[in-house]
């Protein structure tokens, strides 16, 4: 599991760290393994020049002392200083490092110009402006510089892109675009989320020595090794019932694909056993596709609510269904919720949820339920959910304890009392029709199986996102193609989990 720590967690390591070390031993630490990632990208793309773009804080000096070991190996180094206080701001100590290694120094602001060409120049560049201390956005003359980067250039972001905001909650344009970040002993939320996993690009973590082991992370991502810790895996001792049977309520006389994706996805992830409830043209589908799935009520360990039921009333002959999702959601059991189910959703259920919004659905649950409590709640649009994704689905999950799996490039799964989670394992491929029904029936087979809704939705996104990308190729793929490859991509994971070493 990779897991990102705030600025506060991070600072309060480096105190400890600091108090039992030389003075400046953990910048060294840092600018060597800065220096080293930079050296072997150098060395990929043939490059020879290096440019550092320098402020006034830790950043800027591990970026002095990281191109004064470049130019200590041969390559032609400079450094343009963007400091306020010019040449004076800088770590001195570090300033003199790179002078005495022949880096050549320009303040940018009194020669603007020369500076630019220097930058236009570079085959690598080192962003060493702002660190985890600053503020999102540029400022100009730095933003002018940034922009004179020539595209062929390796841009390195040291620790975090400048411009972005460290936390990672809100986003900004005018911001360093990295090809690579090289952050110290842990991830960043910015690093994580989607405010600033675009301008990270590459991460790479250099351990300079921070023990965190003990730290609550801010935000999590699971890896390909965590499916093996975490997928429910039969045992000798097992049968149907135990390993979960899963209700599916999904599909409509208008939408009878959703059943069958949804019905194929939960059976290719493994569940115990399937019962669907439908009209009559997804049940014949169901029946043709999934011949497992037993059709009608009866016991179960959750439920999948939703994909396909349409919004509006439905035809008489959907009448049945609609009050088997409204069983499910009154009942005592788990249950995960996606598209025309989330119309159902009116508040807090006492029971295990799994809200799968995108970002219009959450914008019309949050106007919804916004102004069932307060009576006049502003409208929440699909903008405004752009804008600032974690914060629109945190507000979700405290209005309804739920976890909250908001659907996009990266898939934020945020639990009332739980760390965030970031998954950005999916090609953009998936951005296809029937995609989410898919997610949907492996999240409800894992919630039957008996894992917690903050591990199964994690978990499913995971999961889902790597059978697309397996299934995709690089081309273009189909929804049901996705759930086909649902079983083939556990399987394989597992396998990696158990032939890892201990």
């Known amino acids: 599991m990779i897991r990102a720590h705030s600025v506060e967690t991070v600072r309060a390591a480096e105190a400890q760290a600091m108090a039992g070390l030389p003075e400046g031993e953990l910048m060294q630490r840092a600018a060597g393994g800065l220096a080293e990632v930079a050296a072997a990208r150098l060395e990929d793309s043939e490059g020879s020049t290096v440019v550092g773009l320098v402020g006034s804080g830790d950043n800027g000096g591990d970026t002095l002392y990281a191109v004064a070991e470049l130019a200590d190996a041969g390559y032609a180094c400079a450094v343009v200083v963007l400091a306020d206080g010019g040449r004076d701001a800088l770590r001195q100590e570090a300033l003199e490092t790179a002078e005495d290694a022949g880096t050549i120094v320009h303040v940018a602001a009194d020669d603007e110009e020369a500076a630019t060409q220097v930058v236009a120049e570079a085959d690598l560049v080192l962003d060493g402006i702002v660190g985890i201390g600053g503020r999102p956005g540029l400022q100009p003359r730095a933003a002018r510089l940034v922009d004179a980067i020539d595209d062929d250039a390796w841009v390195i972001a040291v620790d975090v892109a400048s411009g972005l905001d460290p936390s990672g909650e809100t986003g900004e344009d005018d911001a360093v675009w990295a090809d690579e970040t090289v952050t110290f002993s842990t991830a960043k939320p910015a690093h994580l989320l989607p405010a ?40 000798a001792g097992d049968d149907k019932y135990s390993r979960g049977v899963l209700g599916v309520v999904a599909g409509s006389e208008a939408y009878p694909g959703a059943a069958v994706l949804t019905t194929t996805a939960a059976a290719e992830a493994g569940v115990g056993m399937l019962r669907y409830v439908g009209s009559p043209t997804p049940v014949g589908l169901v029946h043709a596709a999934v011949p497992e799935a037993v059709i009608g009520t009866g016991q179960v360990q959750a439920w999948a609510v939703g994909p396909g039921l349409p919004a509006e009333e439905p035809e008489p002959s959907g009448h049945s269904q ?13 249950v995960v919720v996606d598209a025309g189910g989330l119309e159902l959703v009116d508040g807090p259920r006492p029971a295990p949820t799994v809200l799968t919004p995108h970002a219009g659905e959450l914008a019309r649950l949050l106007t919804r339920l916004g102004q069932g409590s307060a009576g006049s709640a502003p409208e929440v649009t699909t903008d405004d959910v752009g804008a600032d994704p974690l914060a629109h689905a945190r507000r979700l999950a405290d209005l309804t304890g739920a976890t909250v799996l908001l659907k996009g490039a990266t898939t934020l799964v945020v639990t009332p009392g739980h760390p965030v989670r970031s998954q950005a394992d999916a090609p953009p491929w998936l951005a296809t029709a029937g995609a989410g029904d898919v997610l949907t ?15 199964a939705a994690s978990l499913g996104a995971l999961v889902h996102g790597v059978a697309a990308d397996r299934v ?18 556990v399987r394989d994971l597992l396998a990696r989990g158990r032939t890892a070493p201990v």
């Open 441 to 455: 029936g492996v999240i409800g087979a894992l919630l039957a199986a008996g894992l917690e809704p903050h591990d």
């Open 322 to 334: 609609l009050a088997a999702a409204r069983v499910a959601l009154a009942s005592d059991l788990p």
């Open 472 to 489: 995709s190729g690089g081309g273009p793929l189909r929804a049901l193609a996705v759930a086909h490859g649902i079983r083939p991509t």
């Open 196 to 235: 600033g996993e675009a301008a990270t690009g590459r991460l790479t973590v250099v351990d300079i020595g921070l023990d965190l082991s003990e730290a609550v992370a801010a935000v999590e991502r699971l890896d390909y090794d965590d499916v093996a810790l975490l997928w429910p895996v039969p045992g």
